[in-house]
């Protein structure tokens, strides 16, 4: 360890570790290995067990509050946001943990939509690390922001906290928790190097943050999958179309206007002010988890003003008009389908230019495709400063081999620069193929 720890005095953890600065927090979450920077064949094996010694040593923190927990493939930061926005409009404070960030790492931790400030942070990491240094636990990056995370939420006394799995679920660090209610977005195929080469190795993985106390809120719907889900034996099982449902979902100026069904109400004309066929399934599941929560039907007037008010940057973020400038950090292949069907929506001349930087692990041929690149004016591959990141060139040539013009410009500021350059008022310019390229582009235009 190169960081120093603070001295300990006497009293709790979080009233020993207010000499720490925020840029000394950073150091030492720099001074720890960074699993979502690594490969697939570079993962250790899966435990909880220094989570679980942590958190013991914490005051069990993860046991302080109420949780809802969340987990899929795709869409678990947008339901995260529904979530936080809908409890948070019944009066609770509510903390939530998401990941990644896309500018800074307080993005990560909130209370009722605001990110926790540097002091507070500074004060959260800070008490880990004495932890760290008191027990000989060394945990990860991740470890320590979950940890942090739900430090923070027992010291600001959060009446309910929404978790959302880093990756996978049954050994995903945030698994410590016990949810009061668990919601499983959808099933992909996605970081088959650690969960599991098919879609039922997957489901079984996120079907591991289900408790047998737990309402189980389900957005897939493959019935092959279904047992997977009924194994873990959770109190109650709601599943999309059977038990809860988007019924109508239409596009608006925007957004979307949605008909929301649940097993104890129907919602109609619902304005949702987000981009995307998908973000409709995404509500409906919101909504059911927090009617599962509180047991019983939420009040119409409460749906619409929360709804009404949810923003999620980096999804099919609308950042500019002429000419219309799109961000959605799909990493997937279905993530990059959705954004596809999504930009149908909007009416543009000619092909996109699309800015495009993935991590390593992806097919990008696949990628691409999903993407519908083959018909893009061009291609601009580019790569963030990740050890994950893929190769620009490779991006370029996989472009290429589709039939796409491709250029490569490696920095994603100046690959968003020169996508503009190129383009005239009327046309469109995506950026997209990983959340930490939109983040950068997102600050590259956003400041």
């Given at each position: 360890?190169?960081?120093?720890?603070?001295?300990?005095?006497?009293?709790?953890?979080?009233?020993?570790?207010?000499?720490?600065?925020?840029?000394?927090?950073?150091?030492?979450?720099?001074?720890?290995?960074?699993?979502?920077?690594?490969?697939?064949?570079?993962?250790?094996?899966?435990?909880?067990?220094?989570?679980?010694?942590?958190?013991?040593?914490?005051?069990?923190?993860?046991?302080?509050?109420?949780?809802?927990?969340?987990?899929?493939?795709?869409?678990?930061?947008?339901?995260?946001?529904?979530?936080?926005?809908?409890?948070?409009?019944?009066?609770?404070?509510?903390?939530?943990?998401?990941?990644?960030?896309?500018?800074?790492?307080?993005?990560?931790?909130?209370?009722?939509?605001?990110?926790?400030?540097?002091?507070?942070?500074?004060?959260?990491?800070?008490?880990?690390?004495?932890?760290?240094?008191?027990?000989?636990?060394?945990?990860?990056?991740?470890?320590?922001?979950?940890?942090?995370?739900?430090?923070?939420?027992?010291?600001?006394?959060?009446?309910?906290?929404?978790?959302?799995?880093?990756?996978?679920?049954?050994?995903?660090?945030?698994?410590?928790?016990e949810g009061t209610v668990a919601v499983v977005t959808n099933i992909g195929v996605d970081h088959t190097g650690v969960l599991g080469p098919t879609r039922a190795d997957i489901a079984t993985e996120k079907a591991g943050i289900v408790e047998p106390s737990a309402t189980l809120v389900l957005g897939e719907t493959d019935p092959a999958l279904l047992p997977v889900f009924e194994a873990t034996g959770p109190a109650a099982l709601w599943q999309r179309h059977r038990?809860?449902?988007?019924?109508?979902?239409?596009?608006?100026?925007?957004?979307?206007?949605?008909?929301?069904?649940?097993?104890?109400?129907?919602?109609?004309?619902?304005?949702?002010?987000?981009?995307?066929?998908?973000?409709?399934?995404?509500?409906?599941?919101?909504?059911?988890?927090?009617?599962?929560?509180?047991?019983?039907?939420?009040?119409?007037?409460?749906?619409?003003?929360?709804?009404?008010?949810?923003?999620?940057?980096?999804?099919?973020?609308?950042?500019?008009?002429?000419?219309?400038?799109?961000?959605?950090?799909?990493?997937?292949?279905?993530?990059?389908?959705?954004?596809?069907?999504?930009?149908?929506?909007?009416?543009?001349?000619?092909?996109?230019?699309?800015?495009?930087?993935?991590?390593?692990?992806?097919?990008?041929?696949?990628?691409?495709?999903?993407l519908g690149a083959a018909g893009a004016r061009r291609v601009v591959a580019c790569a963030v400063d990740w050890p994950r990141a893929m190769p620009a060139t490779e991006i370029a040539e996989a472009a290429r081999e589709l039939g796409?013009?491709?250029?490569?410009?490696?920095?994603?500021?100046?690959?968003?620069?020169?996508?503009?350059?190129?383009?005239?008022?009327?046309?469109?310019?995506?950026?997209?193929?990983?959340?930490?390229?939109?983040?950068?582009?997102?600050?590259?235009?956003?400041?």
């Open positions: 360890m190169g960081i120093a720890v603070p001295p300990a005095a006497g009293g709790r953890p979080s009233d020993l570790a207010r000499t720490w600065s925020y840029a000394a927090a950073l150091a030492y979450l720099d001074d720890h290995v960074n699993l979502e920077a690594l490969a697939a064949d570079s993962f250790e094996a899966p435990t909880l067990d220094r989570m679980q010694r942590l958190c013991a040593l914490l005051a069990d923190p993860e046991r302080a509050q109420p949780v809802v927990h969340i987990t899929g493939t795709n869409g678990k930061g947008s339901t995260a946001r529904m979530v936080t926005a809908l409890l948070a409009a019944h009066g609770l404070a509510v903390g939530t943990y998401t990941s990644p960030d896309l500018a800074r790492v307080n993005e990560r931790i909130s209370r009722n939509g605001e990110p926790i400030d540097d002091v507070d942070f500074a004060e959260a990491v800070a008490t880990v690390a004495r932890l760290e240094e008191a027990s000989g636990i060394h945990p990860s990056r991740f470890e320590i922001l979950t940890l942090a995370a739900l430090g923070w939420f027992a010291d600001a006394a959060v009446d309910v906290a929404v978790v959302e799995v880093g990756m996978g679920g049954r050994w995903d660090a945030t698994n410590v928790v038990d809860f449902d988007c019924l109508t979902n239409e596009v608006a100026v925007g957004g979307r206007l949605l008909d929301l069904r649940t097993p104890g109400a129907s919602y109609e004309q619902v304005m949702l002010p987000l981009h995307g066929a998908h973000q409709g399934d995404n509500a409906a599941a919101a909504l059911a988890a927090v009617e599962a929560f509180f047991g019983r039907a939420v009040d119409d007037d409460v749906v619409r003003e929360a709804l009404g008010g949810i923003q999620v940057p980096g999804r099919f973020e609308v950042v500019g008009r002429r000419p219309l400038v799109v961000l959605d950090g799909a990493h997937n292949p279905d993530g990059c389908r959705a954004v596809a069907d999504t930009l149908g929506d909007f009416s543009f001349d000619g092909a996109p230019i699309l800015v495009v930087g993935m991590s390593q692990g992806r097919s990008a041929t696949e990628m691409l495709s999903a796409a013009p491709a250029e490569v410009v490696p920095d994603v500021a100046r690959a968003v620069r020169h996508a503009l350059a190129s383009a005239s008022p009327d046309d469109v310019v995506l950026v997209t193929g990983s959340l930490y390229v939109v983040g950068a582009a997102r600050t590259a235009l956003l400041g």
